[in-house]
């Protein structure tokens, strides 16, 4: 079998023998923590069959409905069954909400009014936020132009939440704490459960009335608990990414609790309205069964991960997690120190896609983001980063930032085109 399985990486994408063996040690380096993940995913597999169980999910939660979308079973139950799995009091799931950006942005708007303070525990907000938030751009609605006070904490040199700074910026006027979980365009840790449940509880020591919101994207099912289980007042995140399973085609998820809930819902739609209507458009059968694949579609991308890792540090590049690193998020970077490397890895993930494989991605400046950013995504739901994908912003250090897939077997092999392409190149001598 290991023969015919060399010709046919070699015969059908061109891998060579020195990548198929480093590929090969590196699988047995790993196994272990591929034992963890598994252990993990049938954990959380377990919580979410059980959660569709409570609450009696049937084919008639599947049927569509139209116009105002009046006594939506459907939708209620999906609301039901995510805040049953996140153990949090409501959730407001969706699929007219576009993004994790946009669910993160109806929290915020939801509940932040003229003189609030918002308090960025972890730092400068992922690159879509600093519209949303004012810290750039103008005449464009901002909470800054609605007279939100903004506040920051960046982080330590070791990349860490620095606690002393944000309790002597606590105080009574704090109405919002946010924390982003995922390290997003950063090269630090992300944060795990644990550390966002202790940031959240020293801000509540300070003012009990300071809601916590989580920016969960990349984190969902990661670990066996959630932030919302940890204190945080809301969490949210996209379906396009780890609760989507890769089935749902789009939308995103709020959970936490109730009243804060419902003053999202009002944004999303109107006061007095909220969650009461919104058409399902026949789109509830694919979020239920996404949200039913996520704990092991996530344990895919996790392996991804882990072996984009293990290669590229063998290969002497600097990865962020490392190998052994606990995991809190989907993501991999991998530090290039060089934009040829970066475009090159890239533009390999994308050779290695089932759809758009034939495409070139090249760097763009892309709505939302400072720099120039490349994006690779061949997947089945546009952009979908719960599919193996890579992007990177055109900047040093030229860190590229790798998540997804859908099945072990294709992300390894997307690693193994990727690195294919950058020797092909001559940028990588594999036998160093």
């Excluded at 009002?266 to 789109?283: D, E, F, N, V």
Aim: charged share 20%; glycine share 8%; with cysteine.
């Amino acid at each position: 079998m290991k023969n015919k399985m060399i010709e046919l990486l070699f015969n059908e994408f061109n891998i060579s023998d020195q990548i198929y063996m480093l590929s090969q040690k590196v699988e047995e380096y790993i196994s272990e923590k591929f034992e963890e993940i598994d252990q993990i995913s049938q954990y959380n597999q377990y919580k979410v069959l059980k959660a569709f169980q409570n609450h009696h999910i049937s084919d008639t939660h599947f049927v569509e409905t139209t116009g105002y979308g009046y006594d939506d079973l459907g939708r209620e139950a999906l609301d039901a069954v995510y805040a049953d799995v996140f153990r949090a009091e409501d959730a407001l799931v969706r699929h007219n909400i576009i993004s994790g950006t946009h669910a993160l942005a109806i929290c915020l708007f939801g509940i932040l009014r003229p003189g609030d303070t918002l308090l960025a525990v972890t730092g400068k907000p992922y690159d879509t936020l600093e519209e949303v938030i004012g810290i750039r751009g103008q005449n464009n609605g901002s909470l800054k132009e609605l007279g939100v006070n903004y506040q920051q904490i960046d982080l330590t040199l070791e990349g860490k939440v620095n606690l002393q700074e944000v309790k002597s910026a606590v105080n009574q006027n704090t109405k919002m704490a946010l924390i982003q979980r995922s390290k997003g365009y950063d090269w630090r840790p992300s944060l795990s459960v644990t550390e966002i449940g202790e940031i959240i509880r020293e801000i509540k020591k300070i003012n009990p009335d300071t809601m916590c919101l989580v920016d969960n994207c990349y984190g969902e099912f990661v670990e066996t608990i959630e932030p919302t289980e940890v204190g945080a007042d809301l969490a949210a995140g996209s379906l396009i990414k780890n609760p989507g399973g890769g089935l749902a085609p789009t939308g995103g998820y709020i959970v936490g609790k109730k009243e804060c809930v419902k003053l999202a819902a009002y944004r999303l739609t109107s006061p007095g309205i909220g969650k009461k209507c919104g058409a399902s458009l026949g789109m509830n059968r694919q979020m239920f069964q996404g949200f039913f694949m996520a704990p092991h579609i996530v344990s895919q991308s996790l392996k991804a991960a882990i072996f984009c890792a293990a290669v590229f540090e063998k290969l002497g590049f600097d990865v962020c997690p490392a190998v052994n690193d606990i995991r809190t998020d989907i993501i991999q970077a991998v530090k290039f120190n060089n934009p040829e490397l970066v475009i090159s890895f890239c533009q390999g993930i994308q050779k290695g896609a089932p759809i758009d494989s034939f495409v070139e991605p090249q760097p763009w400046d892309m709505p939302g983001y400072e720099s120039q950013v490349i994006m690779a995504a061949g997947a089945f739901i546009q952009g979908a980063s719960i599919e193996l994908s890579a992007d990177a912003p055109i900047k040093p250090p030229y860190i590229a930032y790798m998540q997804g897939g859908l099945t072990w077997h294709h992300a390894k092999l997307g690693v193994m085109i990727a690195l294919q392409n950058m020797v092909d190149k001559g940028l990588i001598d594999i036998s160093l």
